[in-house]
């Protein structure tokens, strides 16, 4: 299982650096300007000696000179840029990144030609469909006239989502339309799930190639061919092999877990899962977080190098710190109104939930790495009390999410959009409320907010835990 796919795109606004099978997330990346400027805390350079040539930078911008400056920091370590004009979430577009740049054809080309004219390495760009083939034609032959080496074409509009299907027929107009390279995306679930899937999609849309995004995260083994005469590697196997790797590149512990996570996305309450994800360091993930509880049951070896790793990794944080940076800010969530006892809940439970009109809005919280679950999860773990348990329900309807996590016995909420204060903007609760994932996320936070963990103290903030 060392098969590795032929060159790994980093992720729109997020510097991302690819080791064999899989993707790594470094801690905080916003864009180009975070290149530029050197922000503290912000690593956007560690392709290893054998990653050379397999590594691709995808850039977030949406000004000419402010890309070539960046990419031209990084030109010597990677194998070509990418500019993601793809990207429909609302950072990337308030920005006037990612699809914003859609309908501004001569950005693109001005960003694109200034690229092109100026690196020495190939540039590409990715983009998502407009509303018609033929809009999108033209949109393609204007990149494509600006010298770019290839195209990645994502298969849905910007206001589409995963959940909506992926409009093959537009890639396959487009390949047929420009002689430039076209990639194939959006083909994660729907159409890809193993190997052999690849080169169906490939052919399926007429591309020269595919770009693969979540699949990939999914099972990271995915570009390997299925051994001959033997079952195809399971996906603890899998998870096996990516920790070894992490340790090995000295990886950070919320970029594992985030990986871990995504592994293991259709299995979120098992125990292997609960557990990790209260993981404090990598040799917590291997022995577990109390003494004597393991997790994955790797070598001795392997977890005493993941301790000397969290070591250094910690000596290393706690330099940037002392230099005036945070490699992990963020916001305080926003919070509306007062706690309340409500009768009902998931499945028509009558039991009290204690409910409260918070919100978690994803741009508030890191990219990678601290989240509300996680606080709590982190919480059970130095009290050694019983993790939490969530209970979710979704309205098919629309499509909202409503869950509850019972905590110590006890059992918290948000509040459902039906009785959300007039204050509230509706916009923030779909934001809060579109995934089951924001639903516990939510929910957490609420649990976090009424027992007063959550915002932290000014002391948690120096690190120092208060007594109970």
């Known amino acids: 299982m060392t098969t590795s796919a032929s060159t790994v795109v ?142 990645a074409v994502h298969g849905r509009k910007r206001e589409e989502r995963p959940r909506h299907p992926n409009h093959e027929n537009f890639i396959r107009a487009i390949a047929e339309a420009v002689k430039v390279p076209i990639l194939a995306n959006g083909g994660s679930k729907d159409t890809i799930r193993q190997h052999e899937d690849i080169e169906f999609f490939r052919q399926s849309t ?78 917590e993930v291997w022995h577990g977080p109390h003494i004597g509880l393991d997790i994955w049951g790797l070598p001795e070896k392997i977890i005493e190098k993941a301790r000397l790793c969290s070591s250094e990794r910690i000596a290393s944080l706690n330099s940037a710190k002392a230099d005036g940076g945070s490699p992990v800010e963020s916001k305080k969530p926003h919070l509306n109104g007062d706690a309340t006892a409500v009768e009902g809940g998931v499945n028509g439970e009558k039991d009290d939930v204690i409910t409260l009109p918070v919100a978690f809005i994803r741009s508030e919280w890191p990219a990678v790495g601290v989240t509300p679950k996680q606080i709590l999860f982190e919480h059970c773990k130095r009290r050694r009390l019983p993790f939490a348990t969530f209970s979710t329900e979704e309205n098919k309807d629309t499509r909202i999410f409503y869950s509850i996590v019972t905590f110590d016995g006890v059992k918290y909420s948000h509040k459902t959009p039906q009785v959300l204060p007039p204050t509230f903007h509706l916009n923030c609760v779909y934001q809060w409320a579109k995934s089951k994932k924001f639903a516990e996320q939510t929910a957490s936070l609420a649990c976090l907010t009424h027992l007063k963990l959550w915002p932290p103290s000014e002391k948690e903030e120096k690190g120092e835990e208060e007594e109970h």
């Open 10 to 151: 980093s992720d729109g606004c997020s510097t991302i650096t690819s080791l064999p099978l899989f993707t790594l997330l470094n801690i905080a990346f916003p864009g180009a300007d975070a290149i530029i400027k050197g922000q503290p805390g912000t690593c956007f350079s560690a392709a290893k000696a054998e990653e050379k040539g397999k590594v691709i930078l995808q850039l977030g911008t949406a000004d000419a000179k402010r890309a070539l400056l960046a990419a031209r920091k990084v030109q010597a370590d990677v194998a070509a840029i990418d500019v993601n004009m793809g990207c429909p979430k609302d950072y990337s577009i308030k920005g006037g990144m990612g699809v914003a740049l859609l309908r501004q054809p001569e950005k693109i080309k001005s960003i694109l030609t200034t690229l092109v004219q100026n690196l020495h390495v190939p540039i590409t760009c990715k983009i998502r469909i407009l509303n018609t083939v033929e809009e999108t034609i033209e949109l393609v032959r204007l990149i494509e006239s600006t010298g770019v080496a290839a195209i």
């Open 206 to 283: 007429g591309a020269a190639g595919v770009m693969i995004g979540r699949a990939a995260m999914w099972n990271p083994a995915i570009f390997a061919p299925p051994p001959a005469n033997a079952p195809s590697p399971s996906k603890m196997t899998v998870v096996h092999e990516y920790l070894e790797l992490a340790v090995k590149y000295n990886h950070n512990i919320s970029g594992a877990k985030y990986c871990i996570q995504r592994m293991l996305n259709e299995d979120t309450g098992s125990d292997k899962y609960v557990k990790t994800l209260s993981a404090e360091n990598l040799a």
